[in-house]
């Protein structure tokens, strides 16, 4: 298999791997911080660090050496019995948010599943039946199982699909008075992410959120703040609810969690997790001491690195960068976002732009279309930042 071409590779693999994935035709073998390289040796700054999963950069020796240390000790039991690592990762989630327990899932979508079921249950046992639908947002994205597709609102994901589960509706964001025209008596949760990813890198407005918690407290809701993309110091708090007037009932997490090793986690008050009583959610592989460990070393170094701080004054430099952009190119028309989230919107379909900073070494991304998006590594330099800037500013100038 090692001594196949790049295109070997790439044409043996599209036979093998279902296609529903629009692949660069890239195979990257080794990744150190914020820089991979591909199978030909060459180098490329990566700015989407694994869809936002690498918080860390690239095998960051903490995580290696975690992962290698809890995989040669034990990886995987079943939540049947007790582990360590799971409960040295709790304590930590629990000890640096609002919340006081944990359930750990292997996905985003999967914790969001979770979440939608455990909001319910609450709803279920302590007002009955009949309180059972969740309003989501416009532009919002929560997974690909059905559960979540149902409060993700791309149409483009359901189509072919249908029927997908009921009781889910769905309201503007950011916009106040629909929000509260939309709750009625059935209403059990509001669902959002306090920084829309994929639908645009869209934050909260601060008048949402706090209104968000308002009718919530008013109508015995539950809020389900998805920080999965968000989450992790990303916007310069641990978790972005935090620059909010807005404590949510449950958060949902994943992507850096781990640094790049799959997990989900689903993190509530006591108050609402005790409706989930032995045998009414479970997983084979959630809370793993293997994943758990990668957890605590990345959730540690976090800590000890300051992350949060360190994102939000490179993202401020950054954003700073990107400006200059908009203020020279009349078709880049605005930078959006906190932190390390950052999107830079274009008024025409990002996916040329993407393509060639993918020539030049640059990997970003494209979404909603027509917003550049940037998750870097939450270790990235300012130099890494300058270089960016340089090269989309290489290619706006052809343009
Ligand atoms: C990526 C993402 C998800 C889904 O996570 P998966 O691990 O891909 O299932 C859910 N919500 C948000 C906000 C995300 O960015």
Known sequence: ????????????????????????????????????????????????????????????RVLVEAINRQAAQLIHITNYFYNEPQLELA??????????????????????????????????????????????MTSSF????????????????????EPLPKGFTFVTFNDEKALEEAITPNTCAIMLEPLQGEGG?????????????????????????????????????????E?????????????????????GAIIATDKVASAWKPGDHGTTFGGNP???????AVFQELLNLEIPSKAAA??????????????????VKRTKGKGLMV?????????????KAFDKGLIINCTAGNIIRFVPPMIITKEELDTCVTILDEIFSQM
Do not use: W
């Not at 929560?142 to 699909?161: D, F, M, P, Q, W």
């Not at 490179?314 to 190119?329: C, I, P």
């Open 201 to 241: 890198i869209t934050p909260a407005t601060p008048a949402f959120m706090k209104k968000v918690r308002q009718l919530a407290d008013e109508h015995q809701l539950l809020v389900i703040a998805d920080e999965i993309q968000c989450g992790f110091g990303r916007t310069g708090t641990m978790f972005a609810h």
């Open 142 to 161: 929560h997974g690909r199982t059905l559960g979540t597709l149902s409060v993700t609102h791309n149409e483009a994901y359901k189509v072919g699909i």
């Open 1 to 60: 298999m090692m001594n196949m071409t790049k295109e070997e590779m790439i044409l043996a693999s599209d036979q093998v791997l279902m296609q529903t994935y629009k692949r660069v035709p890239v195979v990257f073998t080794s990744g150190e911080k914020c820089i991979l390289t591909d199978s030909e040796g060459k180098k490329y700054l990566d700015m989407m660090g694994g869809l936002a999963a690498c918080g860390l950069g690239h095998s960051p």
């Open 290 to 296: 293997l994943a758990c460990a990668a957890g605590t």
């Open 91 to 136: 304590r930590l989630l629990t000890a640096n948010s609002f919340g006081d327990k944990v359930f750990f899932a292997n996905s985003g979508a999967e914790a969001n599943e979770g979440a939608i079921k455990l909001a319910r249950k609450y709803a279920y046992t302590n007002f009955g039946p009949e309180k059972y639908e969740i309003i989501a």
């Open 243 to 263: 620059q909010y007037d807005m404590i949510p009932d449950i958060m949902t997490l994943a992507k850096s969690l781990a640094g790049g090793f799959p997990i």
């Open 343 to 355: 999107g830079l919107e274009l008024d025409f379909p990002g996916a040329a732009v993407v393509e």
């Open 314 to 331: 490179n993202g401020a430099y950054f954003l700073e960068k990107l400006q200059e952009l908009v203020d020279k190119y009349a078709f």
